[in-house]
Each structure stands twice: as structure tokens, then as C-alpha cells.
């Protein structure tokens, strides 16, 4: 392609100096998110799903402006968020919001039980009969609104080799120990069985294309695959006799060719591709741009060949390995230190980048996924060719803090 008319972020010696110069006048650290860019990952993000509807993982952003933005795009729909506070402050102002993960929040199930708007805008995630009792002690069902619900189903592979390969989650796995729980559900007053949720992050989460063990990891995922869409689909035969859903939800930003090829479901979800974090370089299907990336300041010399920044330990959630730090990106050629890493106030950088490095100079990372940045700061600074259009306040800058 031709460079003058190719994505500037295909030319890093073009991009990050752009960046850098339209940014110089704000006081690092110093976060933005490129327009054309995340364009480019959600217009992607629904090519790869294939017309399957994508729920937005509000986890992956935590900028209530990039939530909203998104879903006015064709092809996205609702919200899946991480906490039970998070979905009853997306609730005043969206209708469509699956909690992902169970709660145990006395406070906030008090206030959706006691709300009919948040009641019928917001769906619990459960696994175990337990949580239900949880809710009941709160308030009995005939002193409440009915609640949604949905159950999470582990998604892992059980393989008779290597044992569980995935995530722990659910202990739901089977379509009969699946359709068990479900009947419990429909049997039990005060409660809507709405959906069900199988996440599939060995699929989704684990790169194809990167490291030695590349091609051992694409046999995994084959044979992963072929076990979860069999099960997917016995599971939905099972729930289907028993109760009507509204949804069937998998997926995530690596796995949504998968997703969107499973006849079973009715969404996926995505939310680390629309800011493409550099975990997702590994993937051999689909390369993000990176939309979202922070800098800081050079303010010392260690060394000749070693300068040190000012923050940088922005970690991502997973294994305490070199893949959830920030990779430092421009200048080009330098890398952390093993000994040290990213560091929460401090980071050095080795490498002949930093000979012709001077203090008050910027270094810029990208994330390893998406939402650890919004955590660090107040707002993004949104920049549209080569200026800063916009601030968009993250939900720190909002003044919430959800876990």
C-alpha cells in the first residue's frame, strides 16, 4: 500500500512523532486515544465477528464516552460490565447491561432489587444456588422487583493430557449440569432466567503466533474448539427446553471468527480490540491498531545506554509475566530492565534508543490490554490527525473507583 495513503500507525516513524507533537503541551504522564484508529479496530471487530451482535466488555475501556460512541455503530449491543456499582451507574443512561462476573454486593443488590428501572436494565451473572440465597436475604421475592439473571458456564477444555486448559470460573460445565441449575432457577419465585454465558479465554485471551510454543498452542486451540462448539451446542438444545432466552453469549477479541461461525449463540463480546492493547499482536487472524497509548518523561541517566521515566508500571491482569507490562514502543529499541520492569513510580530503559535520549524527552508504552490505563488517570486526550480534539474523562476522572 501506498505509505502517503496507508493508516499512520503502519509507519511508527510517523505515528509516535505525530503523537508526541500534538501532545507536548500537556504535563506527562500523557494518555491518548487516535480517532481514526479505534475507528479502524470497531468497523474490524465487527468484520471479524461475521454479523454476530457484539456486547461492549466495559472492563477493556472505562471511558463512558468511547462506551457510548461504539454503541451507536451498527452491529454493537449492550454492555457488559465488571461490577454490580459499575452496571447501576451505566444504568441511568444504558438499558441494556450484563453483569459479567457474580457479585456478592449487599449495597448494590439492595438498590437494584429496590429499582424497577435497574431491575429490568441490569442482568446478574450466577453459577450457584448460593447466590441466589444471597439475593433472597436481601429481600424475599415477594418484596422485590424480579431479577434477571444469567448463568456462566466454564468455557475451559478438560483435555485427559493436559488437564484444565483455560480459565477457573464456573463450575457449571456439562449441558446436565447446566439444565439442573436452570431448572432450579425457573422453579425458584423472583427470578428471570434471561441468558448464559461461556467465555472462552484460552481461545480469546491466549496469542497463535507468538513464542515457541506457537504451534502447540494453535493444537490446543483446534481441538478446544471443536469440544466447545459441541458442548455450546447441547447446552443450548438443553436450556432451550426448558425456559426461552434472550441471549447466548461467547467470545472475546481473539476468538470472534470462532464465535461468530458458532450457530448456538446470539452475541459475542470484545472490548480489549477497540483500544488493541499489545497482547493482541500474537494473533495470526487480525493485527489491531494501536488506538490507545500513554507517555512519560525521561527525567534521569542511569547509564550511557539506560534512561529512567517517570511511572510506568500500568500492569495488566493475568500472570505476573513480561506479557501484562507496558511495552515501551517509541523510540524504537528500548526495553525494560529483567530485574526491575515496569515500576510504579519509576522505569528504566535499556537500549541505543536511549544514547540520544535526554532528560524532559518522551517515551511512549502501549498497554498490554485496555482498561489498566484508565485506572492511572483522569482522561484521555483524544487526537484526530495531528491535534488533540477532545478530553474524554475516563471513569477515574468521573470520581469512580469500581474495583
Known sequence: MDSSIAPAWQDPAR???????????????????????????????????????????????????????????????GILAFTLAEALWLAETHDD???????????????????E????????????????????????????????????????????????????RSALYSAGEVAGFAREIVRRPGFRLVGLQLYEAQLAGQPDDAGRDAALIRLVQSRSRNELRERRAAIAAA???ITPLEFLNGGGTGSLEFTGSDESLTEATAGSGLLGGHLFDGYRSFQPAPASAFAFD???????????????????????????????????????LPREA???????????AAEHLAVGDRVWFRHAKSGEPAERIDAYHLVSGGDVVDELPTYRGEGKAFL
Open 97 to 115: 447491561i450484563v453483569l459479567g462476573y457474580p457479585t456478592a454486593d449487599r449495597a448494590g443488590i439492595a438498590r437494584l432489587l429496590d429499582s
Open 239 to 241: 436450556l432451550t427446553d
Open 15 to 77: 505515528y509516535w512523532p505525530r503523537l508526541t507533537e500534538a501532545t507536548a503541551h500537556l504535563t506527562a504522564p500523557v494518555a491518548v486515544i487516535d480517532r481514526e484508529a479505534l475507528r479502524y479496530n470497531a468497523m474490524d471487530l465487527l468484520v471479524r465477528s461475521g454479523g454476530l451482535p457484539i456486547r461492549v466488555a466495559s472492563k477493556s475501556v472505562r471511558v463512558r464516552a468511547v462506551l457510548d460512541a461504539v454503541l451507536k455503530l451498527p452491529g454493537f449491543r
Open 117 to 168: 428501572t435497574a431491575a429490568r436494565r441490569i442482568t446478574l451473572m450466577i453459577d450457584d444456588v448460593s447466590q441466589l440465597d444471597l439475593v433472597d436475604s436481601v429481600a424475599a421475592a415477594h418484596r422485590r422487583h424480579e431479577v434477571r439473571v444469567a448463568i456462566d458456564v466454564d468455557a475451559s477444555w478438560r483435555s485427559a493430557a493436559l488437564g484444565h486448559v483455560g480459565v477457573r
Open 298 to 336: 525521561v527525567v534521569r541517566r542511569p547509564a550511557r545506554d539506560i534512561v529512567t521515566v517517570l511511572g510506568g508500571g500500568w500492569i495488566a491482569s493475568g500472570p505476573a509475566a513480561a506479557s501484562r507490562q507496558p511495552l515501551p514502543v517509541w523510540p524504537q529499541g528500548l526495553g525494560t
Open 342 to 352: 515496569a515500576g510504579e513510580v519509576q522505569t528504566p530503559l535499556r537500549g541505543r
